[in-house]
């Protein structure tokens, strides 16, 4: 014990810069993370102290409420267009961006990061708005040329909807992981290409045979987080549609929050933070599932080819 | 002779064609917001996809300023962003040089603690996080804002510093603890000075989170609209005065280029930063 009190007093100083910051983690992060698993225990909205103890009641509502599979599997669609769609256009872009024969690279480099710099609430706004400007042109022209008989309500259409929505996720997030590739590109070395050259290797197979193999370690954190920054879609879902039209944009994110703060929107539900955050928790959790899952099978897949002769 | 040449010049000018046809498209909207919040609203819903409004007028600007109170968000939005990005750098480089730098009791269980916070779920912890700002009495104030979007980015960040100190070597520090310096006057005139390049980065990237921060600014100013910051001002202009399109471009375009400038001003950090986070 007293060699423990030594100790301690030697790294006093060290206690004194880690302070602030474990208050804050401690505070924020911790307690936050713990105190919502025990909301989602009670039926609670949000003023006075939680009494109403429902114990698994709210996981048992959201097993078998339609809404949440509803905005469950639009998460999985728009994650599931979106992360290979944008990763496959931000590797051939940021190959094109590398190259030593482009000029002027800061500006296209400017160009295509500069959705990502921005605010996602912002720019969600400015798109909705483009929407419904482009998109009544564009279904003038479609109808005059009669490829369809009634103008499209783009965003107002269950149908078209949350196409949009995920196009515009993919545009707004593309610049990190073609940040990503072209730092990931920049480490390659250079004498590969040289030596595969003389070779004769062309374009295509540098490409495919240095380019690819050199850049996976990063591609696959880029997959990992793109994956689950697309798990995590609001921002850009509640500034469009709200969840709408009639819940066909309707994500986890914006199920909760209209769950925490508005209630139900069908029948007579009311605002429920311990239901909100047991679909928060629930979704959590299988996101978390996710992600170990796609890391054994990046991993299984790299051992699988290494095995191969 | 010439022939060869333009043969091998050609697709290099054909990347170049391509890649300014699809950069067109790819900042047609931040485009057409620009050219929108400088034309009047009759040639607006004339010429609606127009980029070149037929003479620029500034009066959308003044109007989105002045009416729409956004000189009000812009300044909260100035506070809040100077504020967090200031508090992050200082704690968590703090916290990341003691990290890196010192073995003290409790050092393994708080790593861990905040190596597991990290692949936790959190993303919806905000109900908690209310009801701590609620108690703390800091409702309805930017010093909530200041506060939440410190808190929630000190993980990351102290970890980023613990990775640069980590590769940083020891020697200087050491000779000036012999010359009789302690671990604050080492940490303030030797470290600190060293650890310029991830400062950079840890700076503008925290600049950009929190300027552009929308969720938090939005749960704990819904009952003041006079603490709005920009993000949550736009969303509730959209709300106020959904027909008048010119205003939001204006006040879209003005909560936008901010962060465009700087990043175009500050590239280079942020590939470094990205580049020195791959490796690390």
């Known amino acids: 014990m007293g060699k423990f009190m030594h100790n301690v007093k030697k790294h006093v100083w060290s206690y004194v810069f880690i302070v602030p910051m474990a208050i804050l983690f401690l505070g924020f992060t911790v307690y936050p993370l713990l105190s919502s698993v025990r909301y989602t225990f009670y039926n609670w909205s949000g003023i006075g102290v939680p009494k109403d103890f429902v114990g698994f009641k709210h996981y048992i509502n959201i097993a078998k409420d339609p809404f949440f599979w509803n905005a469950f599997r639009n998460t999985f669609i728009y994650a599931g267009v979106l992360v290979p769609v944008q990763l496959s256009i931000a590797l051939v872009l940021a190959v094109i961006l590398n190259s030593k024969q482009l000029r002027l690279k800061y500006i296209f480099r400017v160009i295509f990061f500069s959705p990502v710099v921005t605010s996602t609430a912002i720019v969600g706004i400015v798109i909705s708005l483009l929407s419904i400007t482009a998109g009544s042109e564009i279904s003038r022209v479609l109808v005059q040329t009669e490829l369809i008989n009634r103008p499209i309500d783009w965003l107002g259409d269950p149908r078209t909807a949350m196409w949009i929505v995920i196009s515009v996720g993919t545009w707004i997030g593309l610049g990190y992981p073609l940040m990503y590739f072209l730092a990931g590109l920049q480490a390659i070395d250079q004498e590969l290409y040289d030596a595969a050259k003389v070779d004769g290797a062309g374009n295509v197979d540098l490409f495919w045979y240095i380019t690819v193999p050199s850049i996976r370690p990063v591609g696959i954190v880029v ?87 | 002779m010439k022939f060869p040449s333009v043969r091998r010049a050609l697709p290099k000018i054909f990347i170049h064609l391509a890649l300014i046809v699809f950069g067109g498209f790819y900042t047609y909207p931040f485009l057409w917001m620009v050219a929108g919040s400088l034309k009047t609203r009759q040639e607006f819903f004339g010429s609606r996809l127009s980029l070149w409004p037929r003479q620029a007028i500034w009066e959308n600007y003044r109007e989105a300023w002045e009416s729409a109170k956004f000189s009000v968000y812009f300044g909260n939005t100035v506070f809040v962003t100077i504020l967090s990005t200031l508090l992050v750098v200082i704690l968590t480089s703090m916290a990341g040089y003691a990290l890196a730098r010192s073995s003290f009791p409790g050092k393994r269980i708080l790593v861990g603690v905040m190596l597991a916070t990290m692949f936790l779920p959190k993303g919806y912890t905000i109900v908690p996080i209310y009801e701590l700002i609620k108690n703390l009495k800091l409702l309805n104030t930017l010093w909530a804002v200041v506060l939440v979007n410190t808190a929630t980015s000190m993980v990351f960040n102290s970890f980023l510093f613990v990775g640069y100190f980590t590769t940083i070597p020891k020697e200087l520090e050491e000779a000036a603890t012999l010359d009789g310096a302690n671990f604050l006057t080492t940490y303030l005139l030797i470290a600190l000075p060293i650890a ?53 471009c204006a006040a879209a375009t003005m909560s936008l280029l901010p962060t465009i400038i700087l990043f175009f001003l500050l590239q280079r950090v942020f590939v470094d930063g990205i580049a020195g986070a791959i490796r690390g």
């Open chain 2, 196 to 248: 310029r390049p991830i400062i950079g980065t840890v700076a503008l990237f925290e600049f950009i989170d929190n300027w552009n921060s929308f969720f938090i600014p939005l749960v704990f100013t819904l009952g003041r609209p006079s603490l709005r910051t920009l993000t949550v001002g736009m969303y509730a202009l959209v709300g106020e005065s959904a027909t008048d399109w010119t205003l939001l």
């Open chain 1, 223 to 309: 997959l990992l987080v793109t994956t689950l920054h697309s798990l995590r879609v609001f921002d850009i879902v509640q500034v469009m549609t709200k969840g709408g039209p009639y819940f066909a944009t309707e994500v986890v994110g914006t199920y909760i929050y209209r769950h925490a703060f508005f209630g139900t929107g069908v029948g007579e539900g009311d605002a429920n933070l311990g239901f909100a955050s047991a679909a928060a928790f629930f979704m959590g959790i299988l996101v978390m599932f996710i992600s170990v899952l796609q890391v054994a099978a990046v991993r299984y897949a790299a051992t699988y080819r290494q095995k191969r002769p």
